[in-house]
């Protein structure tokens, strides 16, 4: 697997969680993703960024392409130093929340993604990682 | 930051979503409807969202809270011009907008409002009548 391209974002404020939809709708329409598949992980990235914002004091984007020399793909990782996540199972399930929102961001965003890896421990911060291929339903 | 428009027809409220929002003008468009609902006593509100290339679930919350808090006020909110690749996408999110009533463009959405309209009079009218 090859990297090709890699840019670093900060996600720190509302019009951040604006900038980062353009900036993923950018490179997803630049690998070729289809209508729906940039509409899916833009959306993903939303709702990711914002759950940066409320719960993790903000923190930053990394965006990646991808190339494994048979498809193309983009990877996005959300990193924060906020307080961590103590139960990652219950933070996942559909209308958890801790705060205001609705808690469709975390499982929502897994299910507009191909791949889903979340890392967080109290006190250590959270890493949300996810992965969609062009061309993967 | 910027601000949604809306524009007064008739009995009706029209508002037309021409930028990505952030958290905060989509709040203060909602806000903003509210108090535009009780001050022209609208019966209705359409709300256009056919540029929108992306709803999350804040966009879409404040969509279906804005649609609640007007039929409280005694009025009916059409939401209207979805793209299909949005609809698809905040199906799979989990979000399916339970009790926002759409339409496929501003046209039918606004027959759809002056029909809704039209039959809270004509049932007021009969009330009327029996009594």
Redesign the interface.
């Known amino acids: 697997m090859q990297t090709t391209k890699t840019e670093t974002a900060p996600v720190r404020s509302s019009a951040d969680v604006v900038s980062v939809r353009h900036l993923v709708r950018r490179w997803a329409v630049e690998l070729g993703f289809t209508l729906v598949e940039q509409t899916k992980i833009v959306t993903a990235a939303s709702e990711l960024a914002r759950n940066m914002i409320d719960y993790g004091g903000g923190g930053e984007l990394v965006i990646e392409s991808l190339d494994d020399g048979i498809r193309k793909g983009l990877r996005l990782v959300f990193q924060d130093q906020g307080p961590g996540i103590p139960d990652i199972q219950a933070a996942l399930r559909d209308g958890f929340t801790s705060g205001s929102g609705m808690g469709l961001g975390l499982g929502g965003a897994k299910r507009l993604s191909n791949e889903f890896d979340i890392q967080s421990a109290p006190g250590q911060g959270t890493r949300v990682t996810i992965t969609r291929w062009k061309g993967v339903s | 930051m910027e601000r949604i428009p809306i524009l007064k027809m008739g009995k009706f409220l029209l508002v037309s979503i021409q930028i990505?929002?952030?958290?905060?003008t989509a709040m203060t468009l909602q806000d903003d409807l509210t108090g535009q609902i009780v001050k022209h006593r609208a019966k209705g509100v359409l709300i256009d969202i056919s540029s929108l290339?992306?709803?999350?679930?804040?966009i879409g919350?404040m969509l279906a809270n804005t649609a609640a808090m007007a039929r409280i006020l005694d009025a009916e909110t059409v939401v209207v011009g979805m793209?299909?690749?949005?609809a698809?996408?905040l199906v799979?999110?989990?979000?399916s907008l339970k009790g926002v009533r759409s339409a496929l463009n501003v046209e039918r959405g606004m027959e759809l409002l002056q029909r809704i309209a039209t039959d809270i009079e004509s049932e007021a009218a009969d009330a009327d009548d029996e009594n």
């Open positions: 990505d929002m952030d958290d905060r290339d992306v709803v999350d679930s804040f919350r793209q299909p690749s949005v698809i996408t799979e999110l989990g979000l």
